[in-house]
């Protein structure tokens, strides 16, 4: 059995296909100006954009900036935040949108299998996804529900194993069948 396995759950997800996006996600912060340098010399989001950060990643997922905290753990990993940071609902401002909608084409275009999806084709398949969260022995681990569109993904032109970005204190693993 494996580490994972054996590690308590989190929680439980909507938005596990999130981690489809991480490629896109540094050009994102840094043409947004969310990225600052910490005191160890690496990028991290500046503190009052932290929850600007989660919001932006969950419009991708499901065009909406007001979910609900729990809704928001996998997001404030991605960002390199804790499960308690505070993220209350944002106001995204239309550049910010319109960004968000060309990280998702973006996404398509980098990705021909997906075909003619529109963008909220691509939400509504992959990026809504259920998944399972687990931490232990220094990483946290995401498991994501199968589905029979995950044929697609052995053709995806990114790694799906794991995720680590600079700002990221561990990696995240992805258990994504079909990856």
């Known amino acids: ?52 950060a989660v919001h932006l990643l969950q419009y991708l997922v499901d065009g909406r900036s007001d979910a609900p905290e729990q809704q928001l753990l996998l997001n404030k990993l991605l960002c390199g935040l804790e499960p308690d940071f505070p993220a209350p609902p944002v ?30 084709g691509l939400r509504q398949v992959f990026l809504q996804r259920e998944g399972r969260l687990q931490k232990g022995d220094g990483k946290c681990t995401l498991a994501v529900a199968r589905n029979p569109f995950d044929v697609l993904l052995s053709r995806l032109p990114w790694n799906l194993a794991a995720i680590r970005h600079p700002w990221m204190p561990q990696p995240l693993l992805i258990d994504w069948p079909g990856a």
Not at 6 to 31: E, K
Not at 91 to 118: D, I, K, N, Y
């Open 1 to 52: 059995m494996n580490d994972a396995a054996n590690s308590p759950a989190i929680a439980g997800i909507r938005n596990a296909g999130l981690v489809l996006l991480h490629p896109f996600l540094p050009a994102m912060f840094q043409r947004l100006d969310l990225l600052a340098t910490g005191g160890d010399g690496r990028p991290q989001l500046r503190g009052e954009h932290g929850a600007h």
């Open 91 to 120: 106001a995204l401002g239309e550049e910010e949108r319109a960004l968000c909608e060309q990280v998702l084409a973006a996404v398509m275009r980098h990705w021909p299998a997906v075909g003619q999806t529109s963008p909220e």
